[in-house]
């Protein structure tokens, strides 16, 4: 369908200045090709445009597409065998997770993405084994995934230099192990050893490969302070600078992170960072949970963006992000599932819900965020840390025509009070089941539960099948390294933090 209607009782389209939420009653939304290009009163779209087919109608709410604005992999590490472990015990854990077929795996969470509304996602990959041409090899099975499936995805392969399994070198690590241990270590690290050059190299063919789709976007994600030397965080500038690709660099995520950065660089992990020009309106910080007021003013002055992961945090103890503080800043903050959201799926109604309920202290005059706070988040602001931004995340015309219909009867049965406001009800009642259909760039690619040209059920049955075959002798290696390295680990970084405060 080049032209039609997406009909709704009431169209969110964004929000104002003030994070005022627009909404269109009774309105219907003109779709031609990939792009809006009216809203308005329905009555009036339908006599101005007979004979267009129509979507919607009566009973639906229709809102931009949500941005998961930051993925990492398909199937959970849980999943996998990687239990919830404090984030620094987390990586040895998940040598324990067997490699999948990427297109499988991504496909995976991208269904649970589309079926909770989510429209585009951030994939930042950060760990591929191998050479130049197989790291290329498995993103294009990963973008390609995406594109399979219709979605929005914006792709960074996380650039990473040093101090692959602890806040230390390789080699330094290796050296303190148990003579039997350092060998297999030293093997296993060695196979993520692609040079900066190269990964440099990579961005920019994968950036040429997937210029002229407009699904698909190339992003530079500097992977975090303690994995970067500063060779690499100038080499990120330059890129930048060079080529206007928006960053997303993980920062500030533990409390291990921020006595990290005083170790290395006698002060905070952000004046480091700022010092090579990375802080600016190009950059999202993920995560910034021990980001200090200083931190936060500094992101403020930069007008950079913040990605807030909520669920993450929770389950690898990394501590509780003072949103509200984020807020208060004016700092654009988006919202990112990340590995797996609270429940071990990827439902992003679900990580508004708990973003809403978490950041509520005490007291009757405390601040906190309402919902239309949130739903902006997942909206308008998720899209500026995208290499889409100002193109997603409100319904205007020009806008790419992401859109998610909620059946809202489906919401408030059997019974919603008509006089909560209506974004009130969607954030703290609609669950993926409500979700009738998500169109993206113009195209339907979910409606009733299924997806239009990709088979849920015989995907996740070939997932199935690969996943039931026995460990093999790699397989089964990596399993008992995995639960060998747990203890050095631990003790690499006693005494670190020993007065932490939990946050």
């Given at each position: ?48 445009h007979p004979d267009l087919p129509e979507t919607g109608g009566a009973g639906y709410v229709a809102m931009p597409g949500l941005i998961n604005a ?193 170790r290395r660089t006698g002060g905070s992990a952000l004046e480091h960072v700022d010092s090579f020009g990375l802080i600016g309106p190009q950059l999202t910080i993920g995560h910034g949970v021990w ?213």
């Open positions: 369908m080049t032209r039609h209607l997406v009909v709704a009782d009431h169209i969110i389209t964004g929000f104002d200045a003030g994070g005022v939420a627009h909404i269109v009653e009774e309105g219907a939304i003109l779709i031609d090709g990939d792009r809006v290009a009216g809203i308005g009163a329905a009555k009036a779209l339908r006599r101005a930051h993925h990492h992999v398909g199937l959970t590490p849980f999943q996998m065998g990687a239990r919830d472990q404090p984030l620094e015990l987390w990586f040895p854990e998940r040598l324990a997770m067997r490699d999948v077929d990427p297109r499988l795996d991504t496909l995976y969470s991208a269904f649970e993405m589309v079926a909770s509304g989510v429209t585009t996602v951030q994939h930042l990959h950060s760990r591929a084994p191998g050479d130049t041409d197989a790291v290329l090899a498995r993103a294009d099975k990963i973008i390609g995934a995406y594109r399979e499936l219709g979605m929005r995805a914006s792709y960074s392969f996380a650039l990473r230099d040093q101090n692959r399994m602890i806040y230390a070198a390789d080699e330094e690590f290796v050296a303190a192990l148990p003579p039997a241990l350092q060998k297999p270590t030293a093997e296993y690290l060695a196979g993520f050893g692609l040079p900066l050059s190269e990964q440099i190299a990579v961005f920019h063919a994968l950036r040429e490969r997937w210029a002229d789709d407009p699904l698909i976007g190339i992003q530079i994600a500097p992977s975090n302070l303690h994995w970067l030397s500063d060779a690499a965080l100038e080499s990120a500038a330059r890129m930048a600078q060079d080529t206007g690709a928006p960053l997303h660099m993980h920062l500030l995520e533990t409390p291990y992170q921020q006595e990290y950065a005083h980001m200090t007021p200083d931190d936060i003013a500094l992101v403020a002055e930069r007008g950079a963006c913040l990605c807030h992961n909520c669920s993450s945090n929770l389950r690898l103890k990394s501590g509780t992000a003072d949103l509200n503080a984020f807020l208060a800043s004016g700092v654009p903050v988006g919202l990112g599932i990340d590995e797996a959201g609270i429940n071990d799926d990827r439902d992003m109604l679900q990580e508004m819900r708990l973003a809403l309920t978490l950041h509520r202290p005490p007291g009757h005059d405390a601040p906190s965020p309402d919902a239309g706070d949130i739903l902006r988040m997942a909206t308008e602001h998720g899209a500026a840390t995208t290499p889409f931004a100002g193109r997603i995340g409100r319904l205007a015309p020009g806008q790419m025509a992401d859109i998610v219909l909620l059946d809202w009867r489906a919401v408030t049965y059997p019974w919603q009070d008509p006089a909560m406001p209506l974004i009130d009800v969607l954030v703290r009642r609609a669950k993926a089941g409500v979700v009738a259909s998500v169109m993206i760039g113009g195209r339907t690619v979910y409606r009733d539960g299924n997806f239009i040209g990709v088979d849920r059920g015989e995907t996740l049955k070939e997932l199935a099948l690969e996943l039931a075959r026995p460990d093999t002798p790699t397989d089964a290696k990596l399993r008992r390294l995995s639960q060998d390295l747990l203890e050095p680990v631990r003790r690499h970084y006693s005494g670190w933090c020993k007065d932490l405060q939990g946050r």
